[in-house]
């Protein structure tokens, strides 16, 4: 049974970068798209990109000058960094199995960010 | 971005009975090659990252009851629960896959009338 593991810092000021990883356990690594995603009370859900274990990405344009997705095959992991944070950056991120053709069937079990 | 909206924003419906909620994008999501609507919905309850129901619309996942179910194509969809549970007192989302940026619906909160 896949299951997703995530991590990093939950307090940053604003300008810092916000880093996080997320480690797949008990499950193949390849042939899946991996995906950062955040939530916030007031503009719900929002997909922040996604890394193919190929290595190719894609961004939501509207963080995608401040985004960075990469991975770490031999370590199963993906990491998200998001440079500048502001307060609207502040929210639960979370990792996801999932992207392009998928749903996210598979989700870590978040971190809240609290720019401040 | 293909915008999804759903409705009603809050639901609150009497134990056994039927749940509606809708979600309708801008955009299809309809990929005419073969055929199949991507898009998904979830479930999510209180400090719990979301669990998706539904996915290509109509499939359920492995392990959702068979209350749940799926319907629509192309910019109209409705998940329906056939006969609400305690524990189906969550907020609901439909997203789409079709296309970057994948986006979500605001959530449906369902409660117990």
């Known amino acids: 049974q896949v299951q997703l593991q995530q991590w990093g810092a939950g307090l940053l000021k604003p300008s810092e970068t916000l880093s996080l990883t997320c480690a797949v356990y008990g499950g193949s690594f390849s042939g899946y798209y991996w995906s950062w995603i955040r939530q916030t009370p007031g503009k719900g859900l929002e997909w922040i990109g996604e890394i193919h274990h190929s290595g190719s990405t894609n961004y939501n344009p509207s963080l995608k000058s401040r985004v960075t997705i990469s991975l770490d095959t031999s370590k199963n992991q993906f990491s998200l960094k998001l440079t500048s944070v502001t307060a609207a950056d502040t929210a639960v991120y979370y990792c996801a199995r999932g992207g392009a053709i998928d749903a996210f069937e598979i989700w870590g079990q978040g971190t809240m960010v609290t720019v401040s | ?113």
Do not use: H
């Not at chain 2, 991507?38 to 392990?63: C, D, F, H, M, N």
């Not at chain 2, 439909?94 to 117990?112: D, H, R, S, V």
């Open chain 2, 1 to 113: 971005d293909n915008v999804m909206t759903q409705s009603p924003d809050s639901l609150a419906v009497s134990l056994g009975e039927r749940a509606t909620i809708n979600c309708k994008s801008r955009q299809s999501v309809l990929y005419s090659s073969n055929n199949k609507n991507y898009l998904a919905w979830y479930q999510q309850k209180p400090g719990q990252p979301p669990k998706v129901l539904i996915y290509w619309a109509s499939t359920r996942e492995s392990g959702v009851p068979d209350r749940f179910s799926g319907s629509g194509s192309g910019t109209d969809f409705t998940l329906t629960i056939s006969s609400l549970q305690p524990e189906d007192v969550a907020v609901y989302y439909c997203q789409q896959y079709y296309n970057t940026p994948y986006t979500f619906g605001q959530g449906t909160k369902l409660e117990i009338k």
